[in-house]
């Protein structure tokens, strides 16, 4: 078993994201390998453009609760997610978008960020992710 980490990224809901981005960053920053495995709503946040679209969790209400948290997010500092983002990719952090769900969704490689994606995989690049890892989530 490596010191990996393997996060599912099933949820699209930007507080989730957030979790995601900011556990794997931690884990990267403390020198062990992540992988986000995304799928379902979680992969319509790799569309171009989707990245800042989303609700939350909770307390959405009309998007009024998004933008009192982004807003409590900036006056504390913590970065976007675009930057979150942008760390994770820069401190060698391994994006895998779910064919499968691709399918089932109606999504075409064409409708998503190229950039961030390092491999197209299925239930079986999760599973073998997965039993490498020492650490595995599901957000």
Not at 16 to 27: C, M, P, R, T, V
Not at 36 to 49: M, S
Not at 66 to 88: C, E, G, P, T, Y
Request: hydrophobic residues 40%; contains cysteine; aromatic residues 8%.
């Amino acid at each position: 078993m490596e010191d990996k980490t393997t996060i599912v990224v099933q949820s699209g809901d930007m507080d989730k994201l957030y979790s995601a981005l900011i556990i794997s960053n931690g884990s990267l920053a403390m020198g062990m390998e992540v992988s986000l495995y995304f799928t379902f709503w979680g992969l319509l946040r790799l569309k171009k453009g989707g990245l800042n679209k989303g609700p939350l969790s909770k307390m959405n209400f009309l998007s009024l609760g998004r933008r009192m948290i982004l807003s409590r997010m900036k006056k504390n500092n913590v970065a976007s997610l675009d930057h979150l983002l942008d760390d994770f990719k820069e401190l060698g952090g391994r994006i895998i978008a779910c064919e499968m769900t691709m399918g089932i969704m109606g999504i075409q490689r064409s409708d998503l960020r190229e950039d961030l994606i390092d491999e197209y995989g299925a239930v079986g690049t999760y599973i073998k992710e997965a039993r490498d890892s020492n650490i595995t989530l599901f957000i």
